[in-house]
């Protein structure tokens, strides 16, 4: 279904991508209510403010943009597609191909520039519903990965939603072989336990290991897919050396717990660290290291405010005493989405850098951005830039292409990839 653009964008957009609101929350009244000495009178629905709409649901229009950047690199931003629908993520393929997912569960191909009118056939069936950004929805096709052998073996890995029986649906990640136009042979190697769904970034790490971010379920509970970070083999099957294995009331898959929304994965291009993108509440985004057993705080601790206004955690201070900090956080929230380091030099002033999208800011639709940061040695940050803010855009995906220049996907009903390179 084509959605229009008189659809309302609801208040949730990180929550909703993952179904991570308490139950208290949803069941909350839908009355307006304006406590002694608030600004304004704001409206609730399911318990949390509704967003403004002044700034929504701009056209793109037709571009090339171009931009003056702190570094004092101008750059230009070129449209290579708006034909997409809610586009979901970003991958390269070593010929150069550029496949995109489509929320609706469609994979699309991009080559010489050129979206190819059909999409991609041998996915997997999927279901989606709802709309980006309002609570209940549900992406089909999500992330993409390629085997750390794709060059021998064209494995190419999907996480997706995956109907059950009975209108039930869980998250699955499955792999086919690319044979040049089409997936072969796609199977499921591993299935979440219902209950665990939402937004599922996947990728390789240099170990050769598949990392699967999980959002839903309680981010705390051993025995549950939800809110962690698994480690598995690429068959699906458990690597002997995960932290928990053979432990008490954990689920072997487990390599990290504690999260709320994961949106992004991206290998350190240098350390090989793994590190996750994970949405607050209103405030509270993180960029994390995911390390071995460690606890990332969700929902004990958190550096945000709940959508209602106070803070997350149960103290009342923003910390993250006792868990796992995060490496960068935002508050208020960017939505923080896809993310990568670039490695090229293309856009000379920005290697090595972080960049990182964002649907939006502040609780405020249509202030999509993407975000660069520069951090030190010791992965401290040291400053920090918002691109393409004018544009309006939610900014889903973020990857870099084989001609060393960066490419975002916009998650919009016209959904865009837009190509970033240096004006000389
Ligand atoms: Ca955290």
């Known amino acids: 279904m084509k959605h229009s653009r008189s659809e309302q964008r609801g208040p949730f957009v990180g929550s909703a991508e993952s179904f991570v609101l308490s139950a208290a929350l949803l069941i909350g009244a839908a009355a307006a209510t304006a406590p002694a000495g608030a600004q304004q009178s704001v409206p609730f629905q399911f318990g949390i403010p509704v967003a403004p709409q002044g700034l929504a649901d701009k056209p793109l229009g037709e571009g090339p943009f171009e931009y003056p950047t702190a570094e004092g ?24 191909t550029l496949l995109v997912t489509e929320r609706a569960g469609r994979l699309r191909a991009i080559r010489d520039g050129k979206l190819e009118p059909e999409p991609v056939a041998g996915g997997p069936e999927a279901f989606s519903a709802g709309e980006s950004g309002l609570p209940g929805a549900v992406h089909g096709y999500m992330n993409l990965a390629l085997h750390p052998q794709y060059d021998d073996n064209r494995r190419i890995y999907m996480s997706y939603t995956k109907p059950l029986a009975d209108d039930r649906t869980t998250v699955a990640i499955g792999s086919g072989t690319w044979d040049g ?19 599922t970034p996947i990728i390789f790490g240099q170990d ?21 970070v698994l480690r598995l083999n690429d068959d699906g099957s458990v690597p002997q050396d995960n932290p928990f294995v053979g432990k008490d009331g954990y689920k072997p898959e487990i390599y990290t717990l504690g999260h709320r929304s994961s949106l992004g ?23 994390n290291v995911i390390r071995a057993g460690r606890n990332y705080g969700w929902p004990i ?50 290697t090595g850098d972080i960049f990182v999208g964002g649907l939006r800011y502040g609780e405020i639709p249509g202030t999509g951005r993407l975000d660069r940061v520069l951090v030190n040695e010791n992965m ?33 009903d016209e959904g865009a990839v837009l190509r970033i390179e240096p004006i000389r």
Not at 270 to 287: A, V
Not at 384 to 412: F, H, K, N, W
Request: charged share 25%; proline share 6%; no cysteine.
């Open 380 to 412: 401290e940050e040291l400053r920090r830039e918002s691109l393409l803010l004018d544009l309006r855009q939610r900014i889903r995906d973020v990857a870099q292409g084989p001609d060393g220049l960066l490419y975002v996907v916009t998650d919009e």
């Open 208 to 228: 050769g290991k598949l990392y699967v971010a999980t959002s839903g379920g309680d981010a705390q509970d051993p025995s549950s897919h939800g809110g962690k």
């Open 181 to 199: 136009e089409a997936l072969q042979d796609f199977t499921d190697v591993f299935v979440l336990d219902e209950g665990t769904g939402g937004a």
């Open 73 to 96: 690199m101008d750059i230009r931003v070129t449209i290579v597609t708006k034909e997409l629908e809610f586009p979901y993520a970003l991958e390269f393929l070593p010929d150069g």
């Open 301 to 350: 601790v958190s550096l945000g405010r709940t959508y209602p206004g106070p803070w997350q955690n149960e103290k009342n201070i923003p910390t993250h005493d006792g868990y796992e900090a995060p490496v960068v956080y935002w508050t208020p929230a960017i939505a923080v989405s896809g993310l990568t380091f670039y490695t090229g030099s293309e856009l000379a002033a920005w």
């Open 265 to 287: 994965l991206a290998v350190h291009p240098t350390s090989g660290d793994i590190w996750q993108s994970e949405n607050g509440p209103n405030g509270g985004d993180e960029l």
